[in-house]
């Protein structure tokens, strides 16, 4: 016998993805910033740029709404 079978760890295809897998190029001091506060940088950076779009989001909420035109 070879011994117990290894249990596989780890998270496995999630039930409904709801996150897009993406290469994105971040300055190394920002990204040493997120990874310095520990485990879970990546949701932090995903916190970090939500919170940046609802922003500005808010401050265009009360704008009209233009078309961009061609020149």
Do not use: H
Request: glycine letters at 10%; charged letters at 25%.
């Amino acid at each position: 016998m070879l011994g117990a079978p290894m249990l596989k760890r780890g998270r496995g295809p999630q039930a409904t993805p709801t996150k897009v897998l993406t290469s994105v190029r971040l300055d190394a001091d920002i990204l040493e910033f997120f990874k310095s506060k520990g485990a879970g940088y990546q949701s932090r950076i995903n916190a970090a740029l939500r919170m940046e779009v609802e922003r500005n989001l808010a401050g265009r909420a009360g704008a009209t709404t233009r078309k961009r035109v061609a020149a």
